[in-house]
DNA sequence: AGCATTCATGAACGTGCGTTCATAACGGAG
DNA sequence: CTCCGTTATGAACGCACGTTCATGAATGCT
């Protein structure tokens, strides 16, 4: 099959997305530093030059790739739980942290690796602070708290932003050691429903 | 100079441990993946092959500095704080966080690039659990909640599993953000007050 | 002193990776 | 049909890294 086809019946993606798609799935599954250049040309079906009529650099590809997956993830989890006044609290810190859990358990195997390469590492700053915090996942639901102690719906002497670093905290915590294990394909499943009940409801007690 | 005095010159250390130790500060600056043979020979003063007049590879080399690096930092910080009816439960948790932030602080940069690695990964299995959970941190500080409990200073419906994943959680929240920095040599006074003081008093409220 | 053993040395080797480039296949314009 | 710009191709290149090995120096034993 002549590859202008094969480039054709790709359902019409150009050779571009299809490369940024190999390249996001290869690093949802083996972390940013896990695989070659040839590991994408493998996988993408196409030769090993490729990458380089599209992109400068391996790097510019995964630094795209890596957007595109955060980019897609929080696109299919829909938009953030939590709207200030609204159902209890405790549901919506439980919809928050599972929200959290399925965001980070997706993102973080794809940042696994980055943080010992500085100069991948610095181009990818403004990706690096996501994998911390979640795109502002901590400063979003500080915000959301700090509202939801407007309404007097909280403790007044409660501290939005140590709540809101206890519960992504928990969320990392519960995900951390699961990345070590050999599959590395964490799912919100896998976590004991007693440690989510447990950690809402302490740190429900703990604020309101 | 001779190689022989060289060696005897450093302080009568063999040159086995001087390895290790030299991997041991490698580690702590640039992670277990961040640097090559011939840097640990560089920075040890020494020809490019020693390496392997004393370990059979590369990762044995590691896993030994590794696990050197784990034992020097827990020797460093002392026992683990919190005795069962001994001071305040918030002075005890403080304690406790102070540890674990001073000891992940010290241990997880030199974890730093093991993740994207599957074969250095299987070789560290022992080692991998402890960057997650710290030795049994989590554990140690669960069961420490648990005496208190039976002790009655603790609310009898409170979880200690789900407390100690709080403590611990925020303590890697408070520390993943700082690895990414350039330097990435965080201490525990680099961390805003207030936010170890809201974390303390919100698991307090949580819990009693 | 003579010999055997140990071990540091650093040049050299093989491998794997990112990258380049001459080649050719393709589609469109005239 | 022919020419031309575009772009996929994959062999080849250069480099960095882990590892090996022939060499020689130091040490201990007899």
Redesign the interface.
């Given at each position: 099959m002549s590859p202008r086809k094969a480039a054709a019946l790709r359902d019409d993606q150009s050779l571009r997305d299809h490369l940024i798609a190999t390249c996001e799935h290869l690093m949802a599954e083996?972390?940013?530093?896990?695989f070659t250049v040839r590991d994408i040309a493998r996988n993408a079906q196409v030769a090993d030059g490729v990458l380089y009529n599209h992109f400068t650099d391996k790097e510019e590809l995964l630094a795209v790739a890596l957007h595109a997956h955060v980019r897609n993830t929080e696109r299919a989890l829909g938009e953030r739980p939590g709207t200030p006044g609204q159902d209890t609290l405790e549901a919506n810190l439980r919809a928050y942290l599972d929200y959290a859990l399925r965001l980070h358990m997706a993102i973080m195997p794809a940042f696994?690796?980055l943080?010992?390469?500085?100069k991948v590492?610095a181009r990818f700053a403004e990706l690096?602070?996501p994998?911390?915090?979640g795109q502002g996942l901590?400063a979003n639901l500080a915000a959301y708290l700090r509202a939801e102690q407007r309404l007097g719906r909280l403790?007044s002497t409660?501290?939005p932003?140590?709540?809101a670093?206890?519960l992504?905290?928990?969320?990392?915590?519960?995900i951390?050691?699961r990345?070590?294990v050999?599959g590395a394909q964490p799912s919100p499943n896998d976590i004991p429903p007693?440690?989510i009940?447990?950690?809402v409801?302490?740190?429900?007690?703990?604020?309101v």
């Open positions: 083996r972390g940013a530093a896990g696994a690796g943080v010992s390469q500085p590492l690096s602070n994998m911390a915090d901590q403790r409660a501290n932003d140590a709540a670093t206890i992504i905290g928990a969320c990392h915590e519960l951390l050691p990345l070590y050999q007693g440690y009940d447990g950690i409801t302490t740190l429900i007690n703990g604020i």
